[in-house]
């Protein structure tokens, strides 16, 4: 199958290399150079492309959606920073009877994680005793902060029911993959979970599967419907 990439930055060239073990063939790349202000997305250019990833910026990655939905093209989308589009993003796709895979974060072992944690914040709902935090540290070239994975922890708190505050931090230095951490502390112990990638392999690998998935479907899904139905 083709495949598109939309966004050929490092995560961009990653998904370039490992996209044949994946049965896929890139037959387009795309990036602030040959496509500004979206003008390389027509028919032409992604004419026999069956998906495409969209890893750009979260400045331009609604309107890269919007396009691909019109084109006719399912997309799985890494970029982050754009959530509180979600309802704009749901409309294109449902206008165009397109489908679209997205997550704030394309790592199997995150997506176990964020189970892990709505499922302490679940036990410890009802445990005024325990207050909570969420933290997290990425490459200092990340632009949205804090991060996308760290919103969609504490967001999955709350639907587990944990109502008190979450306190959240961030840092961006160095050349960090990403850790994030949720802890639950008492006067008596606490409890941290951490997920701490080493690399960004497991995000594009995640994405490629995604991407794998979504050929052929119809509507908006999150990566935790691919990975646990």
């Known amino acids: 199958m083709n495949l598109a990439i939309v ?7 990653l998904i370039e290399q490992l996209a044949p073990e994946y049965g896929f063939r890139v037959a387009l790349k795309l990036d602030e150079f040959n496509n500004p202000n979206g003008e390389a997305m027509t028919a032409e250019n992604f004419h026999g492309v069956g998906v495409a990833v ?14 691909l939905a019109a084109l006719g093209v399912n997309t799985v989308v890494g970029a982050t920073g754009w959530t509180d589009q979600l309802d704009r993003v749901r409309a294109a796709v449902e206008k165009a009877g397109t489908g679209l895979v997205w997550s704030p974060n394309f ?48 967001e999955e708190m709350k639907k587990a029911g944990y109502e008190r505050p979450v306190d959240t931090g961030s840092n961006r230095a160095g050349f960090h993959p990403g850790t994030h951490e949720i802890g639950f502390d008492s006067a008596a112990d606490t409890i941290t979970l951490r997920h701490a990638a080493r690399n960004r392999e497991g995000f594009a690998r995640g994405a490629l599967k995604a991407a794998q998935w979504v050929a052929g479907k119809k509507g908006l899904f999150e990566f935790s419907n691919v990975l646990f139905g």
């Open 107 to 154: 790592s199997i072992g995150v997506n176990v994680f964020f189970r892990l944690v709505s499922e302490a914040a679940r036990l410890l709902a009802t445990e005024p005793a325990y207050a909570a935090w969420g933290w997290e540290i990425h490459h200092g070239a990340k632009k949205d902060a804090p991060s996308g994975t760290l919103l969609k922890l504490v």
């Open 7 to 13: 966004g050929y930055g490092k995560m961009g060239r």
């Open 54 to 67: 969209e890893f750009s910026t979260p400045h331009t990655v609604v309107d890269n959606i919007e396009r």
